[in-house]
């Protein structure tokens, strides 16, 4: 019902996808004519035990990518597309109903859904916190994202994993890249923004939280490096040198290139043309890889995230599905460039 490119066993073969220490490696299929369209249907076809049910599940939870961007169930599969999901990840995943890029006795690394809050809250119905204390009683997050953005999530198993993880974001060995979609051309091709922000006590989400101020505010370190670019639109890869509240979204604001789809900094014009041109609604924010010392071992892991269909949209889907990988921001070493002060 497909054709790998060389197949010992004439239904399914793995294609494993290189990563770093530790990161579980990738099962990869390609659709023929003759699979089936659907993608649950196509899915409960190649990996063997798995129910019509769980495979449908799988895919609504985000644990399966076609062609490097996260896909649902009904996806309609074209012939040559290449489906991936993570064997070693799919109990977790079922378990968590989230997305899960690595699993073991110690932590766990996460993909979030954009929309989804990282914690709970007086006005939050559901969150990260609460889905993994129901599912790993004694887990925690070792970090957050904002709730508008999508992707990767370092959670630590129990009270020593946490402690172990805590020190290591406090002593910045755990590194985190992401993807940013910005409003316009960005000129330079790698700047360093470094303005220090101040949080204001501000309830409207759409006014910003937090501001530049070279008086009060705390210092703030932002590495860009500009992927591609358009007239009206510019994938980065965004590094963090601190780790203040929406540090990203306010320094890409700041000087002049916030995110599209953001409406506490962005562009109210800009915004609504993304919305009805790609059905861009959060800001375009993906924390695409990740790297950390293990808590156990010492040992680095890096895990990479798949896509979201909204951040492919804005671009050519096949510059998109390159970036779709360990290797592709993990060996990014920001240099100065410009600096922004």
Known sequence: MRVPDEAPHPQRTRDHVTARAGAPPSSVATATASAPARLDAFLHEVVPGLSRRDARRLCATGGVAV?????????????????????????????????????DDD????????????????????????????AFPGAGLAHRLDRGASGLLLVGLHAGALRALA??????????????????????????????????????GDRPKVVVDHAAGQPARTHVRVLARRADATLCAVRLATGRTHQIRAHLAAVGHPLLGDPRYGDAAANTR???????????????????????????????????????????????????????LGSWAPRAGVVQR
Do not use: N
């Open 67 to 103: 062609d490097g961007v996260r896909a649902l169930p009904q996806t309609r599969l074209a012939p040559g597309a290449r489906v991936a999901w993570r064997p070693d990840c799919i109990e977790a995943t079922l378990r968590l109903g989230l997305s899960v890029a690595l699993v």
């Open 107 to 134: 932590v766990l690394v996460l993909e979030k859904p954009a929309h989804l809050a990282a914690h709970g809250g007086p006005l939050v119905d559901d969150s990260v916190a609460a889905r993994l204390a129901q």
């Open 167 to 204: 020190a290591a974001m406090e002593s910045d060995a755990i590194e985190r890249t992401y993807l940013a979609v910005a409003r316009g051309s960005v000129a330079a091709d790698e700047q360093t923004i470094h303005l220090p922000l101040r949080t204001l006590d501000e309830p409207r």
């Open 274 to 328: 993304a919305r009805q041109t790609w059905g861009v609604d959060r800001p375009l924010l993906h924390a695409a890889s990740l790297a950390f010392p293990h808590p156990a071992t010492g040992q680095r892991v890096a895990v990479a995230a798949w896509l979201e269909a909204d951040v492919v949209r804005v671009l050519p889907r096949a510059l998109a599905a390159s970036l779709a990988g360990a290797d592709a």
